[in-house]
């Protein structure tokens, strides 16, 4: 299965570079190149019953051989028509002498694609076209690349296909399992996916794959966790939580007293808390964090305490210091910007057990950091970090109690695979005296009165954020250049405030300047690009502008729209925008209506459709090639009883007939690339 891709015939340095490109590697990875769809001959569409505007197969004859109009250098078109008696179709052929010239008049062939309408006539450019007689039943349709045309791959997949059977490589699912939830073999199903006989055997094929894809996910993230069944020698024996509170300047919510009940009774049970707390933006997690870590602290465990970026990971190591530092607590910070010296110096103290609690990001990671006792991980913001970096921290300690942080909802499907075996506790109330933040989407035009709005809220001591979608200048797009916009607006607009700048592009340290420089009131206004998304809190800002609104997520909006109303002073987000589209305008039309997290990922993922809502940033999940979490939910449940009942009888897949399952599982967390924001 790890055979290089050069090996496959046909397949020499440079096609090798291309598949590389896409991902390609190994043989392995090339029978999981799955089509993009299928060309079906067995269903064609009678040209009189073509619904313009959709992709269809239909057969016809050439009516006249291609002609040739040359439209400027390098751009040769062909034009001809075909039809099948009574009924026409307009072909146009872009720069593809090969395909025009082999066109011959009078015979039938088979034509896929994209069919419009243009002045009562039916078009189809650059249509795929397969003689009629060749007899083949469906053909795989793949995602093609400028130097890799779908018929080249679907070549190269041939051979590939070809040499996976000749090698008989044993089946990754297990013999027991297959006949348990009737699947098919896993030599089938490589088969079939690439090249079906009909529609039938591709649906057998499609599924079988689908539960391969879904068991090896499940198993490899029920390895990533410390199993409920386990025990555990960290043991909070006395509660400090009432002492922590008291060191708080407010009183905690009922629903973070619930979260840091639920949490301490794990924590005291002598099995490792493995749980997840939910709660929409400026919901207080951080609280619910800092009382777990003082407790771990005061019990005698190490705690470590991972956020995503830099600048929340200092944020939150500040608000530490602060509550616990005269506490006889130590607290260390730990990221990539650290210089080498003072890494060596906190790691020897990690080490050797002087540091309670280490706060920083993936730098935790890094096979050099080790604990005397971790008893204690939590993770914030977890869906902006893949599932196995998680557990690589976990594995640092001896069945540590976990804690996952998240603020993104996501939908049920997905959650019991990220999540499956995790309790949970939901924040569902925000501290009190907030008021809601008002929501305004309005046109380009709008900017000077939007900046004077911005002024008087500066000039009565409040601050305020622009966020602008793109650090450098991109001459193939008008995204506004934050710099650039920076420096007018300081120059001009707003030449009598104080401005800062942040992008992720900036060195560390400077980052951390402008942060505290905000924090501390230095800047009034602070120009950024996305860097600011996830956990900034600055109470004291209450105007969140989004230049180029329509270029964000829902879910990514209202991440930053969270970064206001977090005091008592009235907040506002306004969203620019000179979208006029009709989505554009209802995305953005939910944002002005709900403040409501829940709802907007809902929305989002109804308008985005799946393929966007599950991008990696989403989750951390590895990529799922067939899989669709939105509508597999059958196959998810069956997956996870399959994946349940193999643990079961074999923990830790050392049995012979696991073998290639173990393998798969590697395979799949080993390709992980490590995410890395901003
Ligand atoms: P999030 O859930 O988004 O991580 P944070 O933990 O950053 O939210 O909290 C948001 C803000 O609310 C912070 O400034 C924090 O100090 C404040 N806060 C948290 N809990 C309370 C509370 N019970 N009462 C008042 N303010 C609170
Ligand atoms: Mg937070």
């Not at 291609?66 to 001809?80: C, D, G, W």
């Not at 970096?389 to 695979?417: C, D, E």
């Not at 589209?581 to 985005?608: H, P, Q, S, V, Y």
């Not at 012979?656 to 490590?674: G, I, N, P, W, Y």
Request: glycine residues 6%.
């Amino acid at each position: 299965m790890d055979t290089p891709v050069k090996f496959i015939k046909g397949v020499g340095e440079k096609r090798a570079q291309l598949l590389n490109r896409m991902g390609i590697f190994t043989l392995y990875d090339a029978v999981r190149f799955y089509p993009r769809t299928y060309l079906d001959f067995s269903s064609l569409t009678p040209i009189s019953e073509i619904v313009p505007d959709t992709v269809c197969c239909f057969s016809a004859v050439v009516g006249y051989d291609p002609i040739k109009h040359l439209i400027r250098k390098n751009m040769t078109v062909y034009k001809t028509m075909v039809t099948d008696g009574v009924n026409g179709v307009n072909i146009t052929i872009f720069n593809n002498s090969y395909l025009a010239e082999s066109l011959e008049t009078g015979k039938e062939y088979i034509f896929y694609g994209k069919v419009t309408a243009s002045r009562g006539s039916l078009e189809i450019s650059n249509p795929i076209v397969e003689s009629a007689d060749e007899g083949v039943a469906m053909r795989p349709i793949y995602h093609q690349t400028a130097s890799l045309t779908s018929r080249m791959t679907e070549r190269i997949m041939h051979q590939a296909v070809n040499l996976y059977l000749s090698r008989n490589i044993p089946d990754i699912i297990p013999d027991k399992i297959r006949q348990g939830f009737k699947l098919c073999h896993g030599q089938f199903a490589v088969k079939n996916i690439h090249f079906p006989e009909n529609p039938h055997d591709l649906e057998i094929a499609k599924r079988r794959l689908a539960f391969e894809e879904l068991l090896i996910l499940q198993i490899g993230m029920k390895r990533l966790r410390s199993s409920n069944e386990k025990h555990t020698e960290h043991i909070i024996k006395k509660d400090y939580s009432e002492e922590f509170m008291s060191l708080l300047p407010f009183e905690l919510t009922s629903a973070q007293k619930r979260a840091i009940a639920d949490s301490l009774s794990d924590m005291k049970s002598g099995k490792p808390m493995n749980r997840l707390i939910q709660g929409d933006v400026g919901s207080g997690k951080t609280a619910v964090a800092a009382c777990l870590l003082y407790v771990s602290a005061k019990n005698g465990l190490q705690s470590a305490f991972m956020a995503p970026t830099e600048i929340l990971a200092k944020q939150h190591y500040n608000t530490l210091c602060n509550m616990l530092g005269e506490k006889g607590i130590t607290v260390e910070f730990l990221t990539g910007s650290v210089t080498a010296k003072k890494k060596r110096e906190i790691k020897e103290r990690l080490r050797n057990g002087e540091v309670h609690i280490i706060v920083g990001t993936h730098a935790l990671l890094s096979d050099d950091v080790e604990f005397s006792n971790l008893g204690l991980v939590i993770t914030d913001e977890q869906h902006r970090f893949g599932v196995a970096q998680r557990g690589k921290l976990i594995f640092k300690g001896a069945n540590p109690h976990t804690l996952v942080m998240s603020a993104t909802p996501i939908p049920r499907t997905l959650s019991l695979i990220i999540y499956g075996d995790l309790d949970l506790t939901v924040i569902d109330e925000r501290p009190k005296g907030r008021q809601k933040t008002d929501t305004y989407c309005v046109g380009t035009s709008y900017r000077p009165r939007i900046y004077s709005f911005i002024k008087k809220h500066l000039d009565s001591g409040l601050q305020a954020y622009i966020v602008c979608p793109a650090v450098e200048d991109n001459p193939d797009s008008d995204i506004t250049n934050v710099t650039d916009y920076c420096e007018s607006l300081s120059e001009n607009e707003f030449s009598d405030y104080r401005v800062g700048l942040l992008h992720g592009k900036m060195k560390p340290k400077d980052k951390e300047r402008v942060m505290a420089d905000f924090l501390s009131g230095e800047i009034q206004l602070l120009i950024s690009t996305t860097v600011i998304e996830v956990g900034v809190d600055v109470p004291n800002s209450v105007i969140m502008v989004i230049e180029d609104a329509d270029r964000f997520g829902l879910s990514q909006l209202h991440q930053l729209r969270g970064r206001v109303g977090r005091g008592r002073e009235k907040s506002y987000c306004i969203l620019i925008s000179d979208g006029s589209g009709e989505e554009t305008r209802k995305r953005l039309g939910i944002m002005c209506r709900t403040n409501d997290g829940f709802l907007i990922a809902d929305e989002d993922l109804k308008i985005r459709g799946p393929g966007d809502f599950f991008g990696a940033r989403q989750h951390g999940l590895p990529d799922l090639k067939i899989a669709d979490l939105t509508t597999d939910m059958p196959t998810v449940r069956q997956s996870k009883k399959a994946c349940d009942m193999i643990l079961a009888a074999d923990p830790t897949l050392s049995l012979e007939c696991h073998k290639s399952l173990a393998a798969a599982v590697d395979r799949l967390f080993s390709s992980e690339k490590s995410l890395s924001f901003n």
